[in-house]
């Protein structure tokens, strides 16, 4: 089950320091692309309109998005269309989305969405609204709370701030590799697991079977000694016939029968020895 509206919201607001009420604003597509710079750093946010007022203005700003995801490789498919009617249910299953797209990828470190946001049109009104609101210390994506006057960006060559961490190569493509990667991992540890399992499952099968073979083996050689001896008794042959039934299917080799039940008559899945087989059985 994916994360409640509150839950939502409360992590939109905090990662970009908005004070949005509704899942239904994000229907835009402003917030939705600083959430995803948030993690790459290198989105055309002087194109993004933060005060878009009709679906034509809503459509500029998907486009950003999808020419971001077109650039990182992204195979996710922007329902535009649907979006853009800032419906309850579109933007909420939207959102879930990149939520966990944002677990999974987001670099960590500080991301100034004031300064990124502030170079597209309404974008440095909707900052100095949501200053207005009492965000200006905001919570961190993962709950710590942090003050911008403390925590300054990190300086960077050019005029577009890069996506944290940058430096070390990381972007969506290998990103996605890589959680295709653990997840094939994931998937090999839970196979191999079960694997375990079901060999230890068939060693201690294998263990009992050993265990009630060895006890009938030995009651056949002690009825194959008293035989021998030349005791008969009505025991020594309904334990033969128990010994030496047979299922559907399946018959004992002759060579696998004591001498004296191969001359023996079988009645069924039972064999009696000569002479007795008007015995009453049981």
Same mark, same amino acid.
């Given at each position: 089950?994916?994360?409640?509206?509150?839950?939502?919201?409360?992590?939109? %607001?905090?990662?970009?320091?908005?004070? #949005?009420?509704?899942?239904?604003?994000?229907?835009?597509?402003?917030?939705?692309? +600083?959430?995803?710079?948030?993690?790459?750093?290198?989105? +055309?946010?002087?194109?993004? @309109?933060?005060?878009? *007022?009709?679906?034509?203005? #809503?459509?500029?700003? #998907?486009?950003?998005?999808?020419?971001?995801?077109?650039? =990182?490789?992204?195979?996710?498919?922007?329902?535009?269309?649907?979006?853009?009617?800032?419906? /309850?249910?579109?933007?909420?299953?939207?959102?879930?989305?990149?939520?966990?797209? =944002?677990?999974?990828?987001?670099?960590?470190?500080?991301?100034?969405?004031?300064?990124?946001?502030?170079?597209?049109?309404?974008?440095?009104?909707? &900052?100095?609204? &949501?200053?207005?609101?009492?965000?200006? %210390?905001?919570? =961190?994506?993962?709950?710590?709370? *942090?003050?911008?006057?403390? =925590?300054?960006?990190?300086?960077?060559?050019?005029?577009?701030?890069? *996506?944290?961490?940058? &430096?070390?190569?990381?972007?969506?493509?290998?990103?996605? &590799?890589?959680?295709?990667?653990?997840?094939?991992? *994931?998937?090999?540890?839970?196979?191999?697991?079960? %694997?375990?399992?079901?060999?230890?499952?068939?060693?201690?099968?294998? @263990?009992?079977?050993? /265990?009630? /073979?060895?006890?009938?083996?030995?009651?056949?050689?002690?009825?194959? +000694?008293?035989?021998?001896?030349?005791?008969?008794?009505?025991?020594?042959?309904?334990?033969? +016939?128990?010994?030496?039934?047979?299922?559907?299917?399946?018959?004992?080799?002759?060579?696998? $029968?004591?001498?004296?039940?191969?001359?023996?008559?079988?009645?069924?899945?039972?064999? $009696?020895?000569?002479?007795?087989?008007?015995?009453?059985?049981?």
């Amino acid at each position: 089950m994916g994360e409640s509206r509150v839950e939502l919201l409360a992590w939109v %607001n905090a990662l970009l320091g908005l004070n #949005y009420t509704k899942i239904e604003q994000l229907g835009t597509g402003a917030a939705y692309c +600083q959430v995803f710079d948030s993690i790459w750093g290198d989105l +055309q946010m002087h194109k993004v @309109k933060y005060d878009a *007022r009709h679906e034509y203005e #809503y459509v500029q700003n #998907y486009k950003v998005l999808q020419l971001a995801f077109e650039q =990182h490789k992204i195979d996710k498919a922007i329902p535009v269309e649907r979006l853009i009617k800032c419906k /309850f249910q579109d933007n909420i299953e939207f959102t879930q989305w990149a939520k966990r797209f =944002h677990d999974m990828y987001y670099p960590g470190g500080y991301y100034d969405a004031a300064a990124r946001r502030k170079a597209g049109p309404g974008g440095a009104a909707r &900052s100095k609204a &949501s200053m207005g609101g009492g965000s200006a %210390n905001s919570l =961190h994506p993962n709950g710590n709370t *942090r003050s911008a006057a403390h =925590h300054p960006p990190t300086a960077r060559s050019g005029s577009a701030l890069s *996506r944290p961490g940058s &430096s070390h190569g990381h972007s969506a493509g290998s990103g996605a &590799s890589a959680a295709a990667m653990q997840a094939l991992q *994931r998937q090999v540890a839970e196979l191999t697991q079960v %694997n375990e399992e079901q060999v230890a499952s068939l060693a201690a099968l294998e @263990k009992e079977r050993d /265990f009630y /073979f060895g006890k009938l083996r030995d009651i056949e050689i002690l009825i194959q +000694q008293e035989a021998a001896r030349g005791v008969q008794s009505d025991l020594i042959t309904l334990t033969q +016939q128990i010994l030496y039934a047979t299922d559907d299917g399946f018959e004992v080799p002759e060579d696998a $029968l004591p001498g004296d039940m191969m001359d023996g008559e079988y009645l069924g899945d039972q064999m $009696l020895p000569p002479g007795e087989e008007d015995m009453e059985t049981f």
